[in-house]
C-alpha cells in the first residue's frame, strides 16, 4: 500500500481571477515541478479528483450560497457570450471566471474521494493539490479566494456519511480559517485548532468562546519556534483529550517566512516538525488517518518546498 494519496485535476487550473492575483494556477505548477524534482512523485499514490455531488457540498454551505455561485457562473457566461468581461466579481478580492464553477467542484471533490479512501484503508492518509482554496468560505459565503469549504465539506461527510464521531481540523495558514470557524463553531464533534496572524486578514476575528475551537491569534513577525511551542502547549493537550478518529489539515503555507502575503517567519523545516506531530496524533487515536488540503501559499519557491517538506513526513520519505 502506498502511504501517500495526491488528489488533483486540471479543472483547478482553469480557474483565475486576473493578471497578477496571487492566487493564481501557477502555485499548482510549483507544487507539482516540486515534487517531480525532488522524486516524491513516485511515492504517491495519485489520482484524479471526481466531481463533489451538491449534497455533500451542502453538508456545509446553505443551498442558497451553492445555488448563488451556480447563478453567478451561469450568468458569466452569458455576458462572455454577450461581449462582456470575462470575470465577475465577488469581494474586491475574489472573483470566477468560466471554469470556477467546475474548479470548485474539483476541489471538493478532491476532499471527499480523499476523505473515501483513507476511510477505506486504501491509503493511510491523503494530500489534495487543489484551488480554489476554502478556509474562507462560510456556510452562506464566499470570500477571501475561496468558494466552498473543502475542509469543512469532508469534515461533515466524515460525520455525516462515513458515521464517525469525532474529527479534528487543524488550520495552519497565516489567515484565521473564519469559513471553517463558521461552519464548525459549537458542533462538538469537531474540534478545530489553529494559529494565525493577527489583526489581520480576514480581521473579524474575535473569542468567540465555542469551546470546539483552539484558535490562537499571534502578532506579526513570530518565527517558527514560538508557533512550535504554542503547538506543544495549546494544540497537542487538547487533540489528545478529544481523541480525533480523523485529522483534517487547512495546509496553507503562508506563514512562511519568503511569503509576503503575511509577516510570519515560520520555514519549511517548521511544517515538517508540524505535520510530525499532526501524524503522532493520528497515528495514536486515528489510525494515521489525515486528509491534508491546499489552502494559501503565494510564494512559489517557499510554496513548492513546504508542501515538499509536509508530503515528505506524510509519506515517510
Ligand atoms: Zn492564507
Known amino acids: ?19 497578477g492575483h496571487p492566487e493564481c494556477p501557477e502555485r499548482l505548477d510549483a507544487i507539482e515541478d516540486r515534487l517531480l524534482i525532488s522524486g516524491l512523485d513516485v511515492a504517491l499514490d495519485r489520482r484524479e479528483a471526481p466531481v463533489a455531488a451538491l449534497a455533500d457540498i451542502e453538508l456545509a454551505h446553505s443551498r442558497l450560497h451553492v445555488a448563488a455561485l451556480r447563478g453567478l457562473s451561469d450568468g458569466l457566461k452569458e455576458d462572455i457570450e454577450a461581449g462582456g468581461p470575462s470575470y465577475a466579481q465577488v469581494d474586491p478580492d475574489t472573483s470566477i471566471n468560466v471554469s470556477t464553477w467546475d474548479a470548485a467542484l474539483r476541489a471538493a471533490g478532491a476532499a471527499l474521494a480523499a476523505t473515501d479512501a483513507v476511510l477505506a484503508g486504501e491509503m493511510e492518509n491523503a494530500f489534495c ?7 474562507h468560505a462560510c456556510r452562506e459565503k464566499a470570500m477571501g479566494f475561496c468558494f466552498f469549504n473543502n475542509v469543512a465539506i469532508a469534515a461533515k461527510y466524515a460525520l455525516e456519511r462515513h458515521g464517525l464521531k469525532r474529527v479534528a481540523i487543524v488550520d495552519f495558514d497565516v489567515h484565521h480559517g473564519n469559513g471553517s470557524e463558521d461552519i464548525m463553531a459549537g458542533d462538538p464533534r469537531v474540534l478545530m485548532v489553529s494559529f494565525f496572524q493577527h489583526p489581520f486578514y480576514p480581521m473579524d476575528w474575535v473569542h468567540t468562546g465555542a469551546s470546539n475551537l483552539v484558535n490562537v491569534p499571534v502578532p506579526a513577525y513570530t518565527k517558527g519556534m514560538e508557533i512550535r511551542e504554542l503547538i506543544e502547549n495549546a494544540w497537542i493537550p487538547r487533540l489528545e483529550e478529544f481523541a480525533p478518529e480523523m485529522i483534517f489539515i487547512s495546509a496553507g503555507f503562508d506563514a512562511h517566512r519568503e511569503d509576503d502575503m503575511g509577516q510570519l517567519g515560520l520555514v519549511e523545516q517548521d511544517y515538517a516538525w508540524i505535520t510530525d506531530r499532526i501524524k503522532d496524533v493520528a497515528r495514536r487515536h486515528a489510525k ?30
Open 1 to 19: 500500500m502506498t502511504m501517500t494519496g495526491y488528489f488533483t485535476h486540471r479543472d483547478c487550473w482553469k480557474h483565475e481571477m486576473g493578471p
Open 129 to 135: 493539490a487543489i484551488r480554489p482554496p476554502g478556509h
Open 288 to 317: 494515521g488517518r489525515i486528509v491534508s488540503c491546499l489552502e494559501g501559499g503565494y510564494s512559489f519557491s517557499a510554496l513548492g518546498r513546504s508542501v515538499e517538506a509536509h508530503i515528505r513526513v506524510l509519506a515517510d520519505v
